[in-house]
């Protein structure tokens, strides 16, 4: 079992950042990716990015060039630092890692408004 445990959402106006955070625990020597996904209301849930053990990293075309997901393997835990913030970034944040099994985290909303 993999326990996943997201912070760092919040109300942040257009252009605006925020970092999310992915804390990993349990069954961790058997992940192999890593990622964030959104999903807003009324959409599908999306891939945001992903990074694997090596550190390849795989970014969704609505996000290239303004989000940037990143690990740290000591503190078990991915980011997602997300700048020039849109609309249409409003969604919640789900954290998932691949082993044995796909793992989701809870969920943190983020919301960009004026």
């Known amino acids: 079992q993999v326990q996943l445990v997201e912070s760092g959402g919040g109300l942040v106006q257009p252009g605006g950042s925020l970092r999310l955070s992915c804390a990993a625990s349990?069954?961790?020597?058997?992940?192999?990716?890593m990622g964030w996904y959104r999903q807003a209301p009324g959409k599908e849930r999306e891939m945001v990015a992903d990074?694997?053990?090596?550190?390849?990293?795989t970014y969704g075309d609505s996000v290239k060039g303004r989000f940037t997901i990143s690990r740290d393997n000591a503190k078990n835990t991915i980011y997602l630092q997300m700048n020039s913030l849109k609309s249409e970034d409003t969604a919640v944040y789900y954290c998932?890692?691949?082993?044995?099994?796909?793992?989701w985290g809870q969920g943190t909303q983020v919301t960009v408004s004026s």
């Open positions: 990074i694997t053990t090596g550190g390849t990293t």
């Open positions: 998932n890692a691949l082993s044995r099994a796909i793992y």
């Open positions: 349990g069954s961790i020597f058997s992940i192999s990716i």
